[in-house]
Protein backbone atom coordinates (compact mmCIF):
# COMPACT_ATOMS: atom_id res chain seq x y z
CA UNK A 1 0.00 0.00 0.00
CA UNK A 2 1.30 3.40 -0.95
CA UNK A 3 1.94 6.03 1.93
CA UNK A 4 -0.57 8.39 -0.08
CA UNK A 5 -2.88 7.53 -2.35
CA UNK A 6 -4.18 10.21 -5.09
CA UNK A 7 -6.93 9.20 -7.87
CA UNK A 8 -4.80 10.07 -11.49
CA UNK A 9 -8.20 11.28 -13.16
CA UNK A 10 -8.24 12.92 -15.44
CA UNK A 11 -10.53 14.91 -13.78
CA UNK A 12 -12.88 17.29 -16.43
CA UNK A 13 -15.11 19.69 -15.47
CA UNK A 14 -16.80 23.29 -17.26
CA UNK A 15 -15.03 26.16 -16.29
CA UNK A 16 -16.30 27.64 -13.28
CA UNK A 17 -17.13 24.56 -11.89
CA UNK A 18 -16.13 24.48 -8.29
CA UNK A 19 -13.11 21.30 -7.92
CA UNK A 20 -12.40 18.96 -5.63
CA UNK A 21 -9.16 17.40 -5.55
CA UNK A 22 -8.61 14.97 -2.72
CA UNK A 23 -5.84 12.48 -0.98
CA UNK A 24 -5.71 9.89 1.37
CA UNK A 25 -2.52 8.89 3.94
CA UNK A 26 -1.59 6.11 5.79
CA UNK A 27 1.01 7.93 7.75
CA UNK A 28 0.08 8.84 10.87
CA UNK A 29 3.36 11.00 11.78
CA UNK A 30 2.79 13.31 8.60
CA UNK A 31 2.35 16.73 9.91
CA UNK A 32 2.65 19.22 7.05
CA UNK A 33 0.30 18.80 4.28
CA UNK A 34 1.06 21.08 0.71
CA UNK A 35 -0.50 20.79 -2.96
CA UNK A 36 1.80 21.58 -5.83
CA UNK A 37 0.74 22.57 -9.17
CA UNK A 38 2.44 21.14 -12.30
CA UNK A 39 2.01 22.04 -15.86
CA UNK A 40 3.21 19.86 -18.57
CA UNK A 41 7.17 19.17 -18.48
CA UNK A 42 7.69 21.55 -15.90
CA UNK A 43 8.66 21.37 -11.80
CA UNK A 44 5.79 21.78 -9.29
CA UNK A 45 4.99 24.84 -7.99
CA UNK A 46 3.62 25.46 -4.54
CA UNK A 47 -0.06 26.24 -4.18
CA UNK A 48 -1.02 25.37 -0.76
CA UNK A 49 0.37 24.03 2.83
CA UNK A 50 -1.19 23.45 5.86
CA UNK A 51 0.83 22.70 9.41
CA UNK A 52 -1.66 19.55 11.22
CA UNK A 53 -5.82 19.76 10.65
CA UNK A 54 -7.92 22.82 10.01
CA UNK A 55 -8.53 24.74 6.29
CA UNK A 56 -6.43 27.32 5.08
CA UNK A 57 -7.88 29.96 1.44
CA UNK A 58 -5.85 31.99 -0.47
CA UNK A 59 -8.28 33.45 -3.38
CA UNK A 60 -9.88 30.75 -5.41
CA UNK A 61 -8.39 27.88 -3.30
CA UNK A 62 -9.15 26.04 -0.31
CA UNK A 63 -7.00 23.69 1.31
CA UNK A 64 -8.55 21.18 3.72
CA UNK A 65 -6.61 18.12 6.43
CA UNK A 66 -8.69 15.97 8.08
CA UNK A 67 -5.77 14.24 10.37
CA UNK A 68 -8.09 11.78 12.57
CA UNK A 69 -9.40 10.61 8.68
CA UNK A 70 -6.05 11.03 7.01
CA UNK A 71 -7.77 13.10 4.27
CA UNK A 72 -6.86 16.18 2.76
CA UNK A 73 -8.60 18.21 0.05
CA UNK A 74 -7.80 21.32 -2.40
CA UNK A 75 -10.95 22.91 -3.83
CA UNK A 76 -10.87 25.38 -6.70
CA UNK A 77 -13.16 28.05 -6.64
CA UNK A 78 -14.38 29.29 -10.48
CA UNK A 79 -12.23 26.68 -12.27
CA UNK A 80 -10.17 28.42 -15.41
CA UNK A 81 -8.64 26.65 -18.64
CA UNK A 82 -5.39 28.10 -17.51
CA UNK A 83 -6.33 25.85 -13.95
CA UNK A 84 -5.81 22.78 -16.38
CA UNK A 85 -2.36 21.10 -15.22
CA UNK A 86 -1.59 18.11 -12.54
CA UNK A 87 -2.53 18.45 -8.99
CA UNK A 88 -0.07 16.37 -6.82
CA UNK A 89 -0.31 16.33 -2.88
CA UNK A 90 2.66 16.06 -0.57
CA UNK A 91 3.32 15.67 2.96
CA UNK A 92 5.91 14.80 5.63
CA UNK A 93 6.43 14.43 9.07
CA UNK A 94 7.57 17.04 11.79
CA UNK A 95 12.13 17.11 11.11
CA UNK A 96 11.95 15.43 7.76
CA UNK A 97 12.79 17.65 4.77
CA UNK A 98 11.89 15.21 2.36
CA UNK A 99 8.32 14.90 0.52
CA UNK A 100 6.08 12.31 0.07
CA UNK A 101 3.82 12.78 -2.73
CA UNK A 102 0.57 11.39 -4.07
CA UNK A 103 1.05 10.26 -7.83
CA UNK A 104 -0.99 13.65 -8.84
CA UNK A 105 -4.44 13.89 -10.46
CA UNK A 106 -4.64 15.40 -13.78
CA UNK A 107 -7.60 18.24 -14.47
CA UNK A 108 -9.13 19.88 -17.02
CA UNK A 109 -10.98 22.86 -17.32
CA UNK A 110 -13.01 22.81 -20.55
CA UNK A 111 -13.63 26.80 -21.71
CA UNK B 1 10.28 34.56 -3.62
CA UNK B 2 12.84 32.19 -3.95
CA UNK B 3 14.29 30.16 -6.99
CA UNK B 4 15.58 27.14 -7.58
CA UNK B 5 17.51 26.74 -10.75
CA UNK B 6 17.92 23.64 -12.70
CA UNK B 7 20.56 23.13 -15.82
CA UNK B 8 20.11 21.79 -18.45
CA UNK B 9 16.14 21.21 -19.02
CA UNK B 10 16.80 19.09 -21.62
CA UNK B 11 19.62 16.87 -22.15
CA UNK B 12 20.31 13.53 -25.21
CA UNK B 13 22.99 11.79 -24.57
CA UNK B 14 24.33 8.45 -26.19
CA UNK B 15 24.02 4.90 -24.10
CA UNK B 16 27.53 4.41 -21.88
CA UNK B 17 27.88 8.11 -21.55
CA UNK B 18 27.71 10.12 -17.97
CA UNK B 19 25.84 12.94 -17.96
CA UNK B 20 25.76 16.05 -15.00
CA UNK B 21 22.41 17.72 -13.85
CA UNK B 22 23.22 20.59 -11.93
CA UNK B 23 20.67 22.73 -9.27
CA UNK B 24 21.16 25.91 -7.72
CA UNK B 25 19.64 28.30 -4.84
CA UNK B 26 19.66 31.04 -6.49
CA UNK B 27 18.71 33.74 -3.68
CA UNK B 28 19.06 31.45 -0.84
CA UNK B 29 21.30 29.12 0.64
CA UNK B 30 20.16 25.66 0.69
CA UNK B 31 21.58 23.20 3.27
CA UNK B 32 19.75 20.84 1.96
CA UNK B 33 18.82 19.93 -1.85
CA UNK B 34 16.23 16.46 -3.21
CA UNK B 35 16.62 15.06 -6.16
CA UNK B 36 13.89 12.86 -7.55
CA UNK B 37 12.53 11.39 -10.96
CA UNK B 38 9.14 11.62 -12.67
CA UNK B 39 8.53 8.87 -15.25
CA UNK B 40 5.50 10.46 -17.59
CA UNK B 41 1.99 10.55 -16.08
CA UNK B 42 3.51 9.51 -12.53
CA UNK B 43 4.38 10.95 -9.32
CA UNK B 44 7.66 12.00 -8.18
CA UNK B 45 10.35 9.64 -6.41
CA UNK B 46 12.76 10.75 -4.31
CA UNK B 47 16.04 9.18 -4.89
CA UNK B 48 18.19 11.02 -2.46
CA UNK B 49 18.87 13.87 -0.12
CA UNK B 50 21.72 15.89 -0.33
CA UNK B 51 22.94 18.11 2.40
CA UNK B 52 26.05 20.70 2.23
CA UNK B 53 29.49 19.28 2.57
CA UNK B 54 28.47 15.78 3.70
CA UNK B 55 27.26 12.45 1.78
CA UNK B 56 24.25 12.30 0.05
CA UNK B 57 21.34 9.64 1.40
CA UNK B 58 19.95 7.61 -1.21
CA UNK B 59 16.48 6.25 -1.11
CA UNK B 60 16.20 2.35 -1.53
CA UNK B 61 16.60 1.31 -4.44
CA UNK B 62 18.48 3.80 -5.81
CA UNK B 63 22.04 3.12 -7.32
CA UNK B 64 24.87 5.18 -5.24
CA UNK B 65 27.41 4.32 -8.30
CA UNK B 66 24.83 5.06 -11.30
CA UNK B 67 23.48 8.18 -9.35
CA UNK B 68 26.08 10.63 -8.44
CA UNK B 69 25.24 13.44 -6.65
CA UNK B 70 27.61 15.88 -4.82
CA UNK B 71 26.35 18.96 -2.79
CA UNK B 72 30.18 21.00 -2.77
CA UNK B 73 28.08 24.57 -1.67
CA UNK B 74 25.44 25.66 -0.42
CA UNK B 75 23.77 26.64 -3.70
CA UNK B 76 25.46 24.03 -6.06
CA UNK B 77 23.82 20.35 -6.00
CA UNK B 78 24.87 18.40 -9.05
CA UNK B 79 23.58 14.71 -9.87
CA UNK B 80 25.77 12.94 -12.18
CA UNK B 81 23.94 10.22 -13.96
CA UNK B 82 26.94 7.32 -15.01
CA UNK B 83 27.01 5.11 -17.95
CA UNK B 84 23.43 6.10 -18.87
CA UNK B 85 20.83 3.75 -20.67
CA UNK B 86 18.19 4.36 -22.52
CA UNK B 87 15.70 3.09 -18.96
CA UNK B 88 17.56 6.13 -17.29
CA UNK B 89 15.55 8.57 -19.77
CA UNK B 90 13.15 10.49 -17.49
CA UNK B 91 12.59 14.13 -15.75
CA UNK B 92 14.92 14.77 -13.06
CA UNK B 93 13.89 17.25 -10.03
CA UNK B 94 15.69 19.31 -7.38
CA UNK B 95 14.28 21.23 -4.79
CA UNK B 96 15.97 23.21 -1.67
CA UNK B 97 15.06 24.01 1.55
CA UNK B 98 17.51 25.97 3.57
CA UNK B 99 18.51 26.77 6.71
CA UNK B 100 15.79 28.95 9.28
CA UNK B 101 13.02 28.27 6.62
CA UNK B 102 9.99 27.26 7.75
CA UNK B 103 9.12 23.77 7.37
CA UNK B 104 6.70 24.11 4.22
CA UNK B 105 9.63 26.15 2.92
CA UNK B 106 10.88 23.85 -0.44
CA UNK B 107 11.05 24.91 -3.77
CA UNK B 108 11.29 22.77 -6.95
CA UNK B 109 13.54 23.06 -9.83
CA UNK B 110 12.35 23.76 -13.35
CA UNK B 111 13.43 19.64 -14.15
CA UNK B 112 16.17 18.26 -16.78
CA UNK B 113 14.52 16.08 -19.10
CA UNK B 114 17.13 13.49 -20.14
CA UNK B 115 16.95 10.98 -22.89
CA UNK B 116 19.36 8.37 -23.36
CA UNK B 117 19.55 7.43 -27.50
Known amino acids: QKEVEQDPGPLSVPEGAIVSLNCTYS??????FMWYRQYSRKGPELLMY????GNKEDGRFTAQVDKSSKYISLFIRDSQPSDSATYLC???????????FGSGTRLQVQP | GAVVSQHPSRVICKSGTSVKIECRSLDFQATTMFWYRQFPKQSLMLMAT?????????EQGVEKDKFLINHASLTLSTLTVTSAHPEDSSFYIC?????????????FGEGSWLTVV
Open chain 1, 50 to 53: TYSS
Open chain 1, 90 to 100: AMKGMGRRALT
Open chain 2, 95 to 107: SASFAGGFENTIY
Open chain 2, 50 to 58: SNEGSKATY
Open chain 1, 27 to 32: NSAFQY
